[in-house]
């Protein structure tokens, strides 16, 4: 995946086949469409220059959602309709997936109240990355200073995204989080 970062939005291209790239955009206007929004970002509009349109655009509000409580006797929820991570961190799918495994698990052993702890646990990862995504957003100076880190430090990049996506536990984040923050002050 590629992410490009604009005054107005974001972009994110991400390869679905040896010939065909998703294209999406985040942004706090909802009226932005894709045209526009490639405008504002000159690199990613570049890039897909050459490309040829293969769908209709489409679109729907995103954002960060949290239920007090996603079971209650026989019924539980899971994916969007137990909470939402914002789409910025790609988790939606994959979070819906384990929360599927870990609530079969739950309905085998007859412990639905289990579930309720479990979900959290899954979700806190992904609305952390979240977070931090969005803290991004709308702060170019702080979008190039973290990328001037990255650039200087790329271990500590690569141990992020293996973070983000579960291979690493969120606790090596605080020795790479306290190096991110000393690069960002000193950038």
Not at 155 to 168: I, K
């Amino acid at each position: 995946m590629e992410v490009y970062w604009g005054d107005r939005c974001q972009g994110y291209a991400t390869a679905v086949s040896g010939e065909q790239v998703c294209v999406a955009l985040a942004s706090h206007d909802s009226n932005l469409r894709l045209e526009d929004g490639l405008r504002a970002l000159p690199r990613l509009r570049e890039r897909l220059a050459e490309a040829a349109v293969v769908s209709a655009e489409r679109g729907a509000l995103t954002g960060n959602r949290t239920l007090a409580r996603v079971w209650r006797g026989n019924v539980a929820l899971i994916g969007d309709a137990s909470g939402t991570v914002d789409a910025i961190t790609g988790e939606g799918l994959g979070l819906a997936f384990s929360q599927a495994v870990v609530l079969a698990e739950c309905f085998e052993s007859g412990d639905l109240k289990r579930y309720q702890s479990e979900h959290r646990k899954l979700a806190r990862r992904p609305q952390w990355m979240a977070r931090l995504m969005l803290t991004l957003d709308q702060r170019p100076w702080l979008q190039h200073r973290t990328l001037q880190v990255f650039q200087r430090r790329p271990e500590v990049f690569r141990r992020f995204l293996e973070m983000h996506v579960g291979a690493l536990p969120p606790l090596h984040a605080v020795r790479d989080g306290l190096t991110l923050g000393w690069g960002l002050l000193t950038a």
